[in-house]
C-alpha cells in the first residue's frame, strides 16, 4: 500500500497535463503587458520542468517496461524537445505579436499532442508497474521538477543520467538568475 501523501507518477503527470492546458487554453498571454510576459514565463517554466521530469523518470520506466520502450520513449523524446525549443522564443522580449501568437499555437497545439500521445503510455505503465512503483516514481518526479531548469535547456543530453546532472546545473543557475530577476513571481506582489 502506498502513503496516502504520495502521489503516482502517471497521477504527478497527468495534474501537470491538467495545469499546464489550461494555462495554454488562454489569450492573455499574447499581449505585451506585464501580467502576460509572467503569464508565458510561468508556462515556459512549468513546461521545461514537466519535460525534465519525465525525460528522467518516465521515460527510462517506459524503456525498461513496456514493449519497443525504446522506440516509443525516442519517439516523444523528439517531440518534447521540438516543443522546448519553440518555447526559446517566447523568451524574447521583443516578439512580434504576429510572431507570439504563432509560437503560442504551435505550443498550445504541441503540447495538446503530447497529452495525447501519453495517455496510452500511462496506461501501460500503470497496468505493468506496481503501485508502489509508481509512488516511488511520483516522488521522483516531484523533486526533480523542483530541482529542473526553468529555461528551455542548452543542452539535454539523451541518457538518463547525464540528464540529471546537466539538468541539476542548469536548475541552479536557473534558479539563481529567477530569483534575482524575479521571473515567475506575481508581478502584482513585486512592485
Not at 23 to 49: I, K
Not at 114 to 142: M, N
Amino acid at each position: 500500500m502506498t502513503d496516502s501523501q504520495t502521489q503516482s507518477m502517471t497521477d504527478a503527470l497527468r495534474s501537470d497535463h491538467h495545469a499546464i492546458a489550461g494555462w495554454l487554453a488562454g489569450d492573455g498571454a499574447l499581449s505585451h503587458t506585464d501580467e502576460a510576459t509572467a503569464d508565458r514565463e510561468l508556462v515556459v517554466m512549468n513546461l521545461v520542468r514537466h519535460f525534465v521530469a519525465e525525460e528522467e523518470y518516465l521515460y527510462p520506466e517506459v524503456r525498461d517496461v513496456l514493449d519497443h520502450g525504446d522506440a516509443i520513449a525516442e519517439a516523444h523524446l523528439t517531440a518534447d524537445r521540438a516543443i522546448e525549443a519553440k518555447l526559446r522564443k517566447l523568451e524574447d522580449p521583443d516578439l512580434s505579436a504576429v510572431v507570439l501568437a504563432a509560437v503560442w499555437t504551435d505550443v498550445r497545439s504541441g503540447f495538446a499532442a503530447h497529452i495525447e500521445r501519453q495517455d496510452p503510455i500511462f496506461a501501460a505503465l500503470e497496468s505493468a508497474c506496481s503501485p508502489e512503483r509508481l509512488a516511488h516514481l511520483g516522488d521522483e518526479v516531484a523533486g526533480a521538477e523542483q530541482l529542473a531548469p526553468t529555461r528551455p535547456r542548452s543542452i539535454a543530453p539523451s541518457s538518463p543520467e547525464l540528464n540529471k546532472v546537466a539538468s541539476l546545473v542548469e536548475g541552479f543557475v536557473d534558479h539563481v538568475r529567477d530569483h534575482y530577476t524575479h521571473r515567475g513571481d506575481d508581478p502584482d506582489l513585486t512592485r
